[in-house]
């Protein structure tokens, strides 16, 4: 079982912020190699192993717009409440239609191709002029809505936020990082809510040093590859990762028609 969630860890820290869809993988690859899920108490546990990454990167940003009262971080807050809204008022619903049902798969796949491509014709078009730090409310709104796509498997949180950031004219570099805000509150609130969930409903599947595993290297792979993927951006476009999108959706649906 340590084996599984060292390599769950990985799998949510590196699909968490690059535009390849984090809940997609975290389907699929007990689905693709047969193994069963770790359960709630692991899904907690990289939630907060990944706010806690995305809190402490982005820390002195933080505390530097609360000490000067900045609008961008009442623009994240407001963006937030459309996804958080949804996702709290609609978590069993979707959880059940989307990620447990037997056609799962083929949404994933699917999702995975069709917005690869929105990604790429976005990532073509941009202008790819503004910083971040020129977004207005209404753009953050922008963004915001477009999150609530991310609760398809396949679409990735990450990749439909900064193909909204592209849309609006950001460079590539300003999308993601404004993504990666954008992402904070969001994955501390569901990091709270899998734990009260957990509290309400005791998971014993891990122990506490299995959990406590997944939280030190969800924390320390999501800080490496947030470096990383801020650094790629200033030279390299969404290319690869909408051909790496595209290849994964291709095989999972062939895996899924062939099990059929």
């Known amino acids: 079982m340590l084996f599984i969630v060292i390599l769950l860890s990985l799998v949510q820290s590196v699909t ?19 193994f069963n899920d770790p359960g709630l108490a692991f899904d907690a546990a990289i939630h907060v192993g ?6 402490v990167y982005f820390a002195k940003e933080f505390v530097e717009m609360i000490k000067t009262k900045d609008k961008l971080l009442w623009y994240i807050v407001a963006a937030s409440v459309p996804a958080a809204v949804l996702g709290f008022l609609g978590d069993k619903v979707i959880t059940k239609y989307l990620h447990e049902a037997s056609y799962a798969p083929l949404v994933v796949g699917l999702g995975m191709i069709f917005f690869s491509g929105l990604l790429y014709y976005v990532d073509k078009v941009g202008k790819k002029e503004e910083a971040v730090e020129k977004i207005t409310l209404k753009q953050s709104m922008f963004v915001g ?39 904070t509150p969001i994955s501390l609130g569901a990091g709270l809510y899998k734990v009260y ?15 406590f595993t997944g939280i030190i290297i969800t924390f320390i792979a999501s800080m490496v590859v947030i470096r990383w993927f801020l650094g790629y951006l200033k030279k390299h476009s969404m290319l690869a990762f909408v051909v790496y999108r595209i290849v994964v959706g291709v095989l999972v649906v062939g895996v899924w028609l062939l099990r059929r």
Do not use: C, Y
């Open 197 to 211: 969930d957990l509290m309400k409903h005791p998971d014993h599947t891990l122990t506490n040093f299995d959990l």
């Open 145 to 183: 809505l477009a999150q609530i796509l991310a609760f398809i498997p396949g679409a990735s949180r990450s990749g439909i936020t900064i193909t909204a950031g592209l849309w609006l004219g950001f460079n590539r570099e300003a999308a993601a990082r404004f993504s990666f805000l954008l992402a």
């Open 16 to 34: 968490e912020f690059l535009p390849i869809s984090s809940s997609a993988h975290l389907m699929l690859v007990p689905w693709l190699f047969q």
């Open 50 to 55: 990944t706010a806690l990454a995305l809190l």
